[in-house]
C-alpha cells in the first residue's frame, strides 16, 4: 500500500491536470467567442449581395473588390480623418493631463488630494450614455457643439479618471528614492516626471494608450449626439449612415467595419508587448 503522503501527491497532480485542461477549454472557448464574429464579419465583407442571406460561412465568389466599393461609395476617407484627428488629439491630451495629476496625487501630496482622487474616480462609474443630454446642452453653450476639437475635450473628461487611476497604480511602485535623488538634483517637477518617471513607466503608457485609442475610435455614441453635419462625422457616424430602412448593403458594411478595425489592429500588433507587460505589471501591483 502507497503511505498517505503518496496518496496526496497523486491527488494533487491530478487536481493540476484537471485545472490546467479546464483553464485551457476555457481559453479556447474565449478565442473562439471573440475570433468567430470577426471571421464571419470578414466572410461576410467578401461576399456578393444575393450570398448576404446564404447560409455557407464562405463565399461562393469572393469579391475583394467590396472593399475598394465601400470606400468610394461610403466616403470613408473624409470620416477615417475625423476619426483619426479625433482620437489621437483626445489620446495625447488624456495621455499628458493624466501624468500629470498621477504625478501630482503621488509625489506632490497635498490636504484633500485623497478626497479629491476618490471623487475623481466616480466618474468611472458613470456611463457616457447617461450624460448625454447635459452634454449636448453644455456643447451648444459653450461652442463645442458640432465641432472635432470638442468632440475630442468630451473624451479627454472621459478618459481622465481610468487613466489618473492606472497611471497612480504604477507610479506607486517606483521606488521614492528616485524621486527624491532628482529632486537633491535640483531638477524641477516636470523634469522629474518626463525624465525619471515616465521612462519607467512606458508599459503604462503604452496601455493606457491602447485602452483610450480603442474606446475613443470606437464610440458612436457621443459622436453621434454632438456631432450634427456629415463632414464632422466619425468612422462609426458615418457607416451607420448607410443601414436603410428598405435596403441595406450588408457586404459593404462589413468591409467598411473591417476597414475601421485595421489601425487599432496595426497599433495592437506595433505594442503588443509593451502592453502585456503594462497589465502584468499593473495586476502584480494590484
Excluded: C
Excluded at 503511505?3 to 494533487?12: C, D, E, I, K
Excluded at 517637477?189 to 480603442?214: D, G, S
Amino acid at each position: 500500500m502507497w503511505p498517505a503522503s503518496g496518496w496526496r501527491g497523486v491527488l494533487f497532480e491530478l487536481r493540476a491536470t484537471w485545472a490546467k485542461a479546464g483553464l485551457s477549454i476555457l481559453a479556447v472557448v474565449v478565442a473562439v467567442t471573440v475570433v468567430l464574429p470577426v471571421a464571419w464579419v470578414g466572410a461576410l465583407s467578401l461576399k456578393t449581395g444575393r450570398e448576404v442571406y446564404n447560409q455557407k460561412f464562405l463565399p461562393d465568389e469572393w469579391v475583394p473588390g467590396n472593399y475598394i466599393t465601400a470606400w468610394q461609395e461610403f466616403g470613408l476617407g473624409g470620416y477615417f480623418v475625423n476619426s483619426v484627428f479625433v482620437t489621437v488629439v483626445s489620446v495625447v491630451l488624456t495621455i499628458l493631463v493624466s501624468l500629470l495629476a498621477a504625478h501630482a496625487f503621488t509625489w506632490l501630496r497635498f490636504p484633500g488630494s485623497d478626497v479629491v482622487f476618490t471623487l475623481l474616480l466616480l466618474g468611472i462609474m458613470i456611463p457616457p450614455a447617461a450624460l448625454v443630454l447635459p452634454l449636448l446642452i453644455e456643447a451648444r453653450h459653450l461652442g463645442f457643439y458640432n465641432d472635432l476639437f470638442g468632440l475630442s475635450l468630451v473624451y479627454v473628461a472621459f478618459g481622465l479618471p481610468i487613466s489618473i487611476l492606472i497611471f497612480r497604480g504604477f507610479f506607486a511602485g517606483i521606488p521614492g528614492e528616485l524621486v527624491e535623488s532628482a529632486r537633491l538634483d535640483g531638477a524641477r517637477e516636470w523634469k522629474i516626471l518626463f525624465r525619471v518617471i515616465v521612462p519607467v513607466a512606458r508599459p503604462a503608457v503604452v496601455t493606457v494608450t491602447i485602452l483610450l485609442f480603442l474606446a475613443n475610435w470606437n464610440d458612436f455614441i457621443l459622436a453621434l449626439v454632438l456631432m450634427r453635419d456629415a463632414d464632422t462625422y466619425t468612422l462609426p457616424v458615418g457607416i451607420s449612415q448607410f443601414i436603410g430602412q428598405y435596403a441595406t448593403p450588408h457586404e459593404l458594411i462589413a468591409a467598411a467595419s473591417i476597414i475601421g478595425s485595421v489601425p487599432v489592429f496595426i497599433l495592437y500588433l506595433v505594442l503588443e508587448r509593451k502592453f502585456q507587460q503594462g497589465v502584468t505589471a499593473g495586476a502584480l501591483k494590484g
